[in-house]
């Protein structure tokens, strides 16, 4: 099967398109390992561990019948 030029430069485009991406995911690579992680956010966290609690207490209608809503 005879290469013609139109397939040989298809060929050559999907080849240098297939390296700038490895190219590039290697430069993220190496961006993310270099870049300092944030710090744990312990107060952020706990606050909205907190709010999931008390938002599924009250679908499971855990202050049902209790003095605690708003008049």
């Not at 690579?29 to 312990?42: E, F, K, R, T």
């Not at 909205?48 to 209790?66: E, I, N, V, Y």
Request: charged share 20%; proline share 3%; glycine share 4%.
């Amino acid at each position: 099967m005879e290469i013609t030029k139109k397939m040989a430069a298809a060929i050559s485009a999907v080849t240098t398109y297939l390296k700038t991406e490895e190219e590039m995911l290697a430069m993220q690579a190496a961006a993310a390992v270099s870049a300092p992680s944030p710090g744990l956010q312990m107060w952020g966290t706990s606050a909205r561990r907190d709010m999931m609690s008390l938002r599924c207490m009250m679908q499971l209608r855990t202050f049902h019948g209790a003095n605690l809503r708003a008049r």
